[in-house]
């Protein structure tokens, strides 16, 4: 029988390697990934069946990666492996399109069960995390729409960047855009939110979970 073709996305290499030896015997691994954009690359390059990411990743974060994966491969897989044991981190990730969130201090046999769970098409999240809020997201028919600001993918990938201490001339380079564009994005968000700096702008982001 054809193994899973596995893609790992995590930033640390100590947790690559021990994912890489968990993960081995019973499936493909195709590639790591080290950051956000790499795994963009990573997963149109290799098309594998499963993407197993981490939430905080330099240059686009997981959450983020996650929705943009979603968009272009809908059928792909994404098991998202944090040290974050937040219901807001679980219910963002599951709303951009992961199919499980599974803690890092997990016993092993957790993040198996929850890739053959991605696989067979259910949704699986940690049991330290399971509450009736989260409920919502794994049922489908109780989940209700929640009046809040929406930033576009573009102010979310610049907002990202901002938080991790870019310039606009970085963000541009990276982003490929040019650094007055990045600037109009900048203003735009703070001028949403209500912020007068960019150190307010970014502050208010840490706190309402708008980044990870």
Avoid: C
């Amino acid at each position: 029988m054809k193994k899973p073709r596995i893609l790992l996305a995590d930033d640390h290499k100590i947790v690559v390697e021990g994912l890489r030896s968990l993960l081995e015997p019973d499936y493909e691994l195709v590639g790591t990934a080290a950051d956000g954009r790499q795994l963009l690359e990573m997963a149109e390059r290799t098309q594998p069946d499963v993407v197993v990411a981490d939430i905080s990743m330099p240059l686009l974060n997981g959450i983020e990666a996650t929705r943009m994966l979603h968009a272009s491969y809908p059928a792909l897989k994404i098991v998202i492996l944090t040290m974050h044991p937040d219901v807001v981190y679980a219910s963002r990730a599951l709303e951009a399109g992961a199919s499980a969130y599974v803690l890092k201090h997990s016993a092993p046999d957790e993040l198996v069960a929850a890739i053959q769970t991605a696989l067979r098409g259910g949704t699986f999240v940690s049991d330290a995390l399971r509450n009736p809020a989260l409920e919502e997201w794994l049922d489908p028919s109780r989940r209700h729409v929640k009046a809040t600001l929406e930033l576009t993918g573009r102010q979310k990938e610049v907002l990202q960047l901002l938080v991790e201490g870019k310039s606009a001339k970085e963000i541009g380079a990276i982003l490929e855009i040019s650094p007055r564009t990045v600037e109009t994005h900048k203003y735009k968000m703070m001028d949403d939110l209500g912020v007068k700096t960019t150190a307010q702008l970014v502050q208010h982001a840490l706190k309402h979970g708008l980044v990870s």
